[in-house]
């Protein structure tokens, strides 16, 4: 990125910011001294600019960022931009320099700086971006910082709501302004804004023009604070005053009809425009100066003139008349100038009585008298009395006010809220001066109030001169300068127009008259009631900030908390209910629009004893469904029976090692469901069947969806057996899994070849699963009325300690005295048996999985003959080692085929020659297989075992509470 | 030999077991010898009581008494059944004394009254070596008693004790 | 289904009748366990099944697989001989676990637990 | 035979749907158990069925592949049976875990009012 | 060149073997697992920009291969094979990222709240690594299980009545969903007669008329399981509670997860269901742009609603859920490409959101947040021995100035989250609405007018982002700015980076935006041209070059 | 004719053995009590088994046996889990 000026005015804002953290928190001074100077630098660079800005041809800088998308850094200064930055970076100059007086030390003055120059940035970007999307982007920044700088005093809570609601305001428009701007772009096709600026036509009579302009204008008069949306500007004055002295004069809410001059030439013009303008304008205008009158607070009365000044330029620029932009673009200058002024003379009365209540504050004129003319003459201006600049562009305001430029009652009426408008300016104005200055002496204040510091309240000089010279010498002072500004926005069709004082007698100098006579009189005759005013007449009870509060808590919070509540869920049921509506919806859509026809592929005949076989199946699933939830054993023994049919089925249909698969795997889960059902507690008949109706409509409605489901997968299933099958992928199987894969056993050399990726996967799942069950068992804690021994072993005990021939516990030695011979001796009968599953896997069903659970079964069943402390005192089983080097063994014999440049998992297979033995099958498959039997024997015991624990860990719990007893 | 081989007659029964499931040759008896000792040395890890077989030669006259008994006990007890479960018959518990203390032959007695029909292991009692067994048609309680005690303990204890 | 037809005659009708021999007994336990009025009468029925049921069953295979030649098919034994260690176990856990619950539950018909034989 | 266990794998579905709807977790993990049946016979169904095909190739890796059961649906099934083992016991403890926290087995940790 | 093939299954096979390798090394040796991992997670991040490199340098469209990988040698469509091409390794050098980053703020101290934290973090790995790669359909189902089963160990990782709670209907969910996912895929297989995604959507037109309901009803139910993952409305209820209960690195993880089923929905649709076969398609874009558009809405009330952090990071996760797939939905190349920028930026912020509230959470006085509390109170005595457990100090340098640090970042959170510049939020946001409003390009003549449902959808995804600043708002300020005496929380250095670190990147997006943009366009128009992936699957070259 | 005879009778047996399964359903579902259900499935195994061993038969087929071998050796385990929780309340202790 070069070095253009442009560039380096937008930079060293934000570059100093980051600069400002750097420096200690402890000190204020060099925080502030960067800041000046970045002010300083800013303001000279655009100076410098002036000469080709006022050859009227924009200075451009153009840097790549999203070309694709239209996003360019392109930055672009004309005059009118050039003005704008000039007020920038000069009031932003005179407010550091009284910032540095104003902001206390025990504040985060670090802070303070960061934020502020960050903003002074984020405006200049706004006023030199050369692209729409880029202008958004610095928008929203401004929008942002301002935010940071409104809640500068986060402690108090006005600052709090006033920032919140700032953001908020300005936020929802930056947005609306972010959607404007992309029709714009969608309508011009371009981004850029010389280019949007060249097609007003198109974008005017284009059918997105309405929307477009709404849009853009819901940003630019939030932005802008004008009505409807003016409240927030209020609540935002529990900023720090040079906050408001920068935001709300120059900078923050000019941005608004900045950006509406901006586009003034594409977008005016239209009836749309002149109305939403209009109305805006009008209403904020007089709304604005009516409640500024009623203003208690002093900041509260500059800012309700604020929006009464920037509802006077909306409803210039809503006219559509190049002279009524002339004059608008004049009073932004002008505005900013008094209005700086006044906010930082305000600060000053704050800081050195303690208090803003235009109540309490009264005769100030005699502590402070240099401050109190320069508030004047500033109050002067912002109402208009001649020789002041505030002057020179309300007679502008009152000449295009009074031509017609479309006929209409809003027209009509134009004039009229001018002057009242104007009439209530004066009417504040006297009132802060006279309320402030003038009368007896306060009786008390917090401290003895006096001038400032002389560069305290320079800054307030300098503008005020400002305003007094341009008020006097127009044309010598601001004209070339305006005109440039003018020129750049209106181009062509700039009009010509004349900055004099005296225009002679006509009809704006007599609405000046009036406006000045009505005011005076008004604050003769209601001074006094304005001052004892509760809240302001008429519009009293209208207050934005508690509309706007209650409106955000009623859709942001007790609405949106309203639609979770009825849209979502936090219940499982319905969730499920919802997972197997969708499912079903989305399988018979497709089949109802496409319809679905049986096919005649038929296998065999109905055999009557598989018939009979799926009777019984059906039958244990029914009653395991109905039994689940009162007799647990039972359900679990039914789904023992269905587990078996299913086994079966796969025998039947010539799948022996699916049969096989599922029924080891069927033995370990029912060992592990009961080792949990001891964890669980009886249900009890209480909470039982649903005798209410609604609950009973509820199980008609699951058992709906259920027939339904069920239906649904037996027709679809019944739909695809009775197809021909296409051509599948398993001829190719089936061809290659003896010549290349070494093995007869097609679906074994699936799993652990063709398919051994997948393999992989599962047994991962298996490994984490396992790792999961025990981790969570680590804290696990059983339900209350579990923690006590089983029912049946108390009442054994009992009776034990009850004969007096027996011991605890020899009931349990003489229960399993016999039996557990027979079962230790089924260990090594397991052993062998797992070893032949898993050798035969390649040519016969069996495998490594298979192999593994019945290892882990082998286990099981020594725990259970003799207990776990018994077994584990002889057998050391590490299962997470045998997780852990299965996964390894896999992966690592996968792995190994890379070594020979081959891919992963790529088996290989030959045969050996042994002495003795003869050919001997060797595939590497084989090696991956014993990683798939390590892991999953170390993942099912480590299960099993980790609930078997549960009942040794208490065991071990109850005896240190015997100890803990025996010791109290 | 007995740390190589903990448990010759299993390690053999073993290596049985794999031949019969895989194929008699040389290859498998190498690999059921293997996998024979490493089951065994698993079992042994398990430290159970190592039982004696002292007169092994009485297995194959057990094993033909308990076979045929069975035999007539399944045609028995189909007759119940198919009889209607049978109004005049008189299902007990019946308790034997037994002398018969070593767990492994108790455990093969377990196995023959189980599985012979009408006669169901019920309970054991290590300490007074009294067991009680159901019977699905008791006619005569001492008749059982002898049945049990004198039909299998007796050639029981010659095997084990 | 080519193999039923290579089966000598001798050895279809053997392994026939004893399928037959074997399911029946099975069937008529299973009928023991809904007839039998008693669960310890109704513990009897089953071993119909893992007895003579299986045995007659396992003979069939081991004459049908023989006489196919395929193998000298003996390994079947392993079938019987684990289902007849193995199946007691069972019986006999369960037959306790019942005896227990009716003790407890005080079910008349079981008799209490055997007194030890004191030394006089 | 194709009718037979279409209804099976309806009635499975059908029960295990009715089991995840109800409220208590030990009716979810059967209801889940009986759908992972009910799904991994219909993956097997999607093979087609095959009656007395031989499911191992004869010696020496001959016949021909057009007699054969579909291996691909009995390898994926393969998978499926162990993930739905997995999680069936992941799914236990974590219902054991929650009864021992809540105490109650209601699905929702907390019994509806 | 050879072997820069094998990299393809690095992503799956690292983690892998590092998983295994830790479960070897005793669980007290905290530090050298600890380093393994890191180093391993190093390797993997390495390896993901080395084959996003590899992906970029394929030509776009054309007759130009995707990469792809025979796993142990057999041939597409027969053997497995994972796939190369921009989307995925775009999503393999996120997951690579974000997992650094979860994994570097786990070392504070979740990686000691529980048995085997890496082993699950690292199999977790796998699976987003292998479902991003894998050209297979019953393999992705495989390794979306191996992703979620680690989701599951880890979303439980710490324990406790509510995380147990949650962990229940999250593992019953996801469960269902894998069941239809099964069914799915089974159906497809029992129609189509293939597993390989590349061979179904080469087979598809030959598939007789009277079996292409059945395809589609198999297709449509896997599209069920996906959406379920993804997060659609109304089959997300499950999620906020999810994310929220799981421990901060966790979360931040899982924000990938829902991207999983985003990913599978995209490259499903678009290589089955490509443009040119709309008619194959029947309801599928209306249901992902109708149900994206609710989840939008629903999750945008949820932000609103939300008084507990986590539930608002969770609703957030949903936001850019119903976004994505809405894109999706519409399926234009300018939309996908803004939708992918999109992916990667929300991720990226989601994470980093969920990883910043453990730490603001510490800041928080006990009962200021009575409310959010109460949510929780289910567990009592749980939580205590949790922190019995867990009272083993932390180790680490202390970070200074905690609260100012954590000021900013969730700063930048609300920011992405709301999709304001000057960060990569905003500029996804654009680039999405730039495509959704010019689908042929800025500036092209558009022939056809803009369709009701994207100006829906417009509307909405601004008004998410207004919904996302005034929740953020509302909780930055309850937080940072309302406390009296706000309790200086303790935060590691560890545990700010990669937060810091993550919002860097979100802003290197946003400067450097535009690199990443040219790959998501390139992405996308890959994405559209699904004949070349087809042909670089079909036509595989063994690696080995060893015909068999 | 003795083929058919056979396959007669294999198929009669089937049909025998699945109808013991059904009697073994109504104990599993009906009891009255646990052990009754216990006991039903124990002899639900024992019949499946037997089933697997026809259908070996049938088919001429050896690959079943594995399947009744895993019955034989196994299937007890989880009846005598079932047995021994009735009788402690707990299967390993
Ligand atoms: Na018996
Ligand atoms: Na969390």
Redesign the pocket.
């Known amino acids: 990125m070069e070095l253009s000026p442009l560039v380096l005015i937008l930079a060293l804002p934000f570059a100093a910011s980051l600069a400002v953290v750097l420096f200690p928190s402890t000190s204020r001074e060099p925080a502030t001294w960067i800041t000046g100077a970045t002010m300083v630098a800013c303001f000279a660079l655009t100076v410098s600019l002036y000469p080709s800005v006022a050859s009227g041809e924009p200075v451009r800088y153009l840097g790549a960022w999203l070309p694709s998308l239209g996003l360019n850094f392109s930055l672009r200064m004309d005059g009118f931009a050039w003005i704008f930055a000039l007020l920038v970076t000069g009031i932003g100059f005179l407010v550091v320099m009284y910032a540095r007086y104003y902001i206390s030390a025990e504040d985060p003055v670090r802070r303070f700086y960061m934020f502020f120059l960050a903003f002074t940035g984020a405006m200049l970007g706004v006023i030199v971006a050369g692209n729409l999307i880029l202008l958004v982007v610095f928008w929203e920044l401004t929008s942002i910082f301002s935010f940071l700088l409104i809640g500068y005093w986060h402690h108090n809570q006005a600052a709090r709501d006033g920032a919140r609601m700032a953001l908020t305001v300005t936020g929802l428009g930056g947005l609306a302004l972010l959607a404007g701007m992309l029709l714009l772009g969608h309508i011009v096709g371009s981004y850029d804004l010389d280019a949007v600026l060249q097609a007003g036509d198109r974008i005017r009579s284009h059918p997105l023009y309405v929307p477009t302009l709404l849009l853009i204008l819901l940003g630019t008069l939030t932005k802008s604070a004008q009505f409807p949306f003016q409240f927030w500007l209020p609540n935002a004055m529990a900023a720090p005053t040079p906050v408001s002295a920068f935001l709300h004069s120059a900078t923050m809410v000019k941005a608004g009809v900045f950006l509406m001059a901006r586009l003034w030439p594409v977008l005016s013009g239209t009836p749309e425009w002149f109305v939403i303008v209009g109305i805006a304008g009008m209403a904020s205008l007089v709304l604005g100066a009516y409640l500024a009158m009623f203003q208690h607070d002093l900041k509260g009365l500059l800012a309700y003139s604020t929006i009464s000044h920037l509802g006077l330029i909306t409803l210039l620029l809503s006219l559509g008349s190049p002279l009524a932009a002339v004059a608008a673009i004049f009073h932004m200058l002008n505005h900013a100038t008094f209005k700086a002024s006044l906010f930082m003379a305000a600060g000053i009365i704050d800081h050195e009585t303690g208090t803003r209540d235009l109540r309490r504050l009264s005769g100030l004129f005699r502590y402070m008298p240099i401050t109190g003319t320069l508030a004047m003459v500033a109050s002067a201006a912002m109402a208009g009395v001649p020789l002041l600049n505030g002057f020179l562009s309300k007679e502008m305001f009152f000449a295009e006010a009074v031509l017609t430029h479309v006929d209409s009652w809003l027209d009509t009426a134009a004039p009229y809220a001018a002057v009242l408008g104007s009439a209530l300016a004066v009417t504040y104005s006297l009132r802060l001066i006279h309320s402030i200055f003038m009368g007896a002496p306060p009786e008390s204040f917090p401290r003895e109030p006096h001038e400032p510091p002389f560069w305290m309240r320079f800054p307030v000089m300098f503008l005020v001169m400002a305003c007094l010279i341009v008020g006097i010498m127009p044309a010598q002072t601001i004209g070339p300068f305006l005109h440039v500004a003018v020129s750049s926005v209106l181009g062509e069709a700039t009009p010509s127009y004349s900055l004099a004082i005296w225009h002679g007698f006509n009809i704006p100098l007599a609405m000046s008259v009036i406006a000045l006579a009505a005011g005076t009189l008004l604050y003769l005759v209601a001074g006094n009631a304005l001052e004892r005013s509760e809240r302001p007449l008429f519009l009293g009870r209208i207050d934005g900030q508690r509309i706007f509060e209650r409106v955000t808590v009623a859709i942001s919070w007790r609405f949106a908390r309203l639609i979770e509540e009825v849209f979502g869920t936090t219940r499982l049921q319905p969730q499920m209910r919802l997972a197997v509506a969708a499912a079903i919806a989305a399988g018979a859509a497709p089949l109802v629009m496409a319809g679905l026809a049986f096919g005649d592929h038929r296998n065999g005949t109905t055999d009557l004893a598989f018939a009979g076989l799926w009777g019984v199946g059906v039958v244990c699933a029914i009653a395991a469904a109905r039994l689940a939830k009162f007799h647990r054993l039972a359900a679990l023994a039914l789904l023992g029976g269905t587990g078996l049919v299913t086994c079966l089925t796969f025998v039947w249909l010539s799948a022996p090692d699916l049969a096989a698969t599922q029924l080891v795997v069927e033995i370990v889960t029912t060992v592990l469901i009961l080792l949990g059902l001891r964890w669980l507690p009886k249900r009890s008949r209480d909470l039982a069947e649903p005798t209410d109706w609604l609950l009973r409509l509820r199980r008609w409605r699951d058992l709906t969806i259920a027939v339904v489901a069920g239906l649904g997968m037996a027709v679809v299933s019944y739909a695809v057996m009775t197809r021909t099958p296409p051509e599948t992928i398993a001829s190719f199987f089936l061809d290659k899994a003896y010549a290349e894969g070494g093995g007869r056993n097609v679906v074994n050399v699936i799993l652990v070849d063709f398919r051994s990726f997948d393999t992989l996967g599962e047994i991962t799942v298996l490994g984490i699963v396992a790792l999961t069950v025990f981790a969570l068992l680590r804290r696990f804690r059983p339900a209350p009325d579990t923690i006590e021994r089983p029912e049946q072993q108390l009442i054994q005990r009992s009776n034990d300690e009850a004969d007096p021939d027996r011991e605890p516990g020899s009931t349990e030695a003489e229960y399993l005295y016999v039996p557990s011979v027979i079962m230790q001796w089924m260990f090594p009968v397991v052993i062998v048996l797992a070893v032949y599953l898993f050798l035969r896997g390649h040519d016969a069903p069996g495998g490594g999985f298979a192999a593994g659970v019945a290892m882990a079964a082998g286990f099981i069943l020594q725990y259970m003959a003799a207990g776990t402390v018994w077994v584990e005192n002889r057998l050391r089983i590490l299962p997470v080692v045998w997780i852990g080097g299965g996964l390894l063994v896999a992966a690592l014999t996968g792995a190994a085929a890379l070594l020979f440049g081959d891919p992963f998992l790529k088996s290989y297979f030959r045969y050996g020659e042994l002495p003795l033995v003869g050919k001997v099958p060797m595939a590497s498959a084989t090696l991956f297989d014993l990683g798939v039997f390590s892991l999953v024997v170390g993942a099912t015991v480590l299960m099993l075992i980790a609930i078997a624990h549960q009942s040794i860990r208490r065991l071990r719990a109850a005896r240190l509470g015997e100890e803990r007893q025996r010791w109290n | 030999m007995s740390r190589v081989l903990p448990y010759p007659l299993l390690t053999a029964a073993l290596l049985l077991m794999w031949l019969l499931l895989t194929s008699f040759s040389p290859g498998q008896l190498i690999l059921g010898a293997v996998v024979a000792m490493g089951a065994s040395r698993a079992m042994a890890s398990l430290q159970p009581d190592k039982p004696r077989l002292r007169r092994w030669q009485i297995i194959p006259r057990l094993l033909g008494i308990v076979t045929l008994d069975i035999l007539r006990s399944n045609i028995a007890v189909a007759g119940v059944i198919l009889r209607g479960g049978g109004r005049d018959r008189r299902p007990g518990f019946v308790a034997i004394p037994l002398e018969l203390r070593d767990r492994t032959g108790l455990a093969v007695l377990a196995c023959i009254v189980t599985s012979t029909p009408g006669t169901a292991w019920v309970e054991h009692a290590p300490d007074t070596g009294v067991l009680l067994i159901h019977v699905l048609d008791l006619v005569d309680e001492a008749e059982w008693v002898s049945l049990i005690k004198h039909r299998y303990e007796r050639l029981l204890m010659e095997i084990f004790e | 289904m080519s193999h039923a037809q290579d089966l000598p005659g001798w050895a279809a009708l053997a392994t026939a009748a004893l399928v037959l021999l074997g399911a029946a007994l099975t069937l008529i336990g299973a009928i023991g366990t809904l007839r039998l009025r008693s669960f310890f009468e109704r513990i009897h029925a089953p071993t119909l099944g893992t007895s003579w049921g299986t045995g007659a069953i396992l003979l069939a295979s081991i004459i049908c697989f023989s006489a196919l030649g395929s193998r000298p098919a003996v390994q079947e034994i392993l079938i019987g001989v684990f289902i007849s260690v193995t199946t007691p176990v069972t019986l006999m856990l369960l037959a306790r676990a019942a005896i227990y619950r009716d003790r407890t539950e005080g079910k008349g018909e079981v008799p209490p637990r055997a007194a030890p034989r004191r030394p006089d | 035979m194709e009718l037979t266990l279409a209804i099976a794998i309806g009635a499975l579905t059908g029960s295990g749907v009715w089991l995840v709807l109800r409220p208590r977790t030990y009716q979810l993990v059967i209801g889940l158990s009986l759908l992972s049946y009910a799904v991994n016979l219909f993956i097997f169904s999607m093979g087609r069925l095959r009656l007395g095909a031989p499911p191992v190739l004869g010696p020496g890796g001959s016949g021909n592949p057009a007699d054969y059961a579909d291996p691909v649906p009995q390898a994926l099934v393969l998978t499926a049976i162990v993930i739905g083992f997995a999680t069936t016991a992941l799914l236990l403890v974590v219902l054991l875990a929650a009864r021992g926290l809540t105490g109650n087995d209601h699905v929702d940790g907390r019994e509806p009012r | 060149m050879e072997w820069t093939r094998h990299l393809l299954i690095v992503p799956i096979l690292l983690p892998l073997v590092t998983g295994a390798l830790l479960l070897l090394i005793d669980e007290l040796r905290h530090t050298a697992k600890a380093l393994i991992s890191l180093a391993s997670c190093l390797l993997l991040v390495g390896t993901a920009f080395a084959l996003m490199r590899l992906a970029d340098a394929a030509p776009e469209t054309g007759s130009a291969l995707s990469l792809s990988y025979a796993v142990a040698g057999w041939p597409a469509p027969f053997g497995i094979v994972m796939v190369l091409d921009r989307l995925s390794a775009l999503m393999l050098a996120l997951t690579a990222v974000l997992a650094l980053a979860a994994l570097i703020f786990s070392m504070a101290r979740w990686h000691r709240a529980g048995p085997h934290f890496h082993t699950l973090f690292h199999f977790l790995l796998m699976g987003l690594g292998g479902a991003f790669l894998t050209g297979d359909l019953f393999n992705l189902f495989v390794f979306v299980e191996v992703m979620l089963a680690a989701s599951y160990g880890l979303l439980l990782h710490g324990s406790g009545a509510f995380r147990v709670r949650s962990g229940l209907h999250y593992i019953a969910i996801n469960l269902a969903a894998s069941l239809l996912f099964l069914i799915g895929v089974a159906l497809i297989y029992g129609v189509a007669g293939t597993l390989n995604m590349a061979d179904l959507a080469q087979r598809l037109p030959a598939v007789p008329a009277a079996d292409r309901g059945l395809l589609q009803a198999g297709a449509a139910i896997l599209g069920i399981a996906f959406l379920i993952k993804a997060g659609m409305w109304p089959l997300c209820f499950w999620l906020p509670s999810a994310?929220?209960?799981?421990?901060?690195p966790v979360?931040a993880i899982f924000v990938l997860l829902t991207k999983v089923g985003t990913y599978a929905l995209l490259r499903l649709t678009l290589l089955l269901f490509a443009p040119g076969a709309a008619e194959a398609t029947g309801f599928g874009g209306p249901v992902l742009i109708w149900g994206g558009m609710a989840t939008i809405a629903f999750a945008t009330f949820g932000v609103l609603a939300s008084q507990a952090m986590?539930r608002l990071?969770g609703y957030s996760v949903l936001v850019s859920s119903g976004t994505l797939l809405a894109a999706v939905g519409m399926g234009d190349t300018a939309v996908v490409s803004g939708a992918l920028f999109y992916l990667v930026s929300s991720t990226f912020s989601a994470a980093a959101f969920?990883m910043l509230?453990?730490l603001v959470e510490r800041a928080r006085e006990p009962g200021a947040d009575l409310l959010a509390v109460t949510m929780e109170a289910y567990g009592d005595e749980a939580e205590e021995s949790e922190a019995e457990e867990r009272d083993d100090e932390e180790v680490g340098v202390v970070m200074p100035g905690a609260l100012a640090v954590l000021g900013v970042c969730f700063g930048l959170v609300a920011i992405l989250l709301a999709g304001l510049p000057p960060l990569s939020g905003f500029i996804a946001k654009f680039a999405m609405l730039s495509g959704m409003l010019n689908p042929a390009g800025l500036g092209a003549a558009t022939a056809t007018a803009i369709p009701g449902q994207t100006w829906l959808l417009v509307a909405l995804i601004i008004l998410s982002g207004l919904a996302a600043l005034i929740a953020m708002m509302r909780t930055g300020i309850r937080t940072f700015w309302a406390p009296l005496e706000t309790i200086v929380p303790r935060v590691l250095v560890v545990e700010v980076a990669p937060i810091l670190g993550l919002l860097a990147l979100c802003a290197l997006l946003a400067v450097q935006g535009g690199a990443l943009l040219s790959y998501t366009e390139a992405a996308a128009r890959t994405l559209h041209a699904p004949a070349a992936y087809i042909q670089g699957v079909l036509g595989t070259v063994q690696p080995g070059g060893a015909p068999r | 004719m003795t083929g058919a005879i056979l396959l007669w009778s294999v198929a009669a047996a089937q049909a025998m053995l699945v109808a013991a399964m059904g009697c073994c359903t109504y104990r599993l579902i009906f009891g009255p009590r646990a052990q009754d259900r216990v006991l039903g499935l124990d002899a639900m195994y024992v019949s499946a088994m037997l089933l697997v061993l026809t259908i070996g038969i049938r088919t001429g087929s050896t690959v079943y046996f594995e399947g009744a071998l895993i019955i034989a050796v196994l299937g007890f385990v989880s009846t005598i889990a079932l047995a021994k929780f009735l009788m402690r309340g707990e299967v390993i202790e």
């Open positions: 994310y929220m209960a799981a421990a901060a979360a986590g990071a969920f509230i453990e």
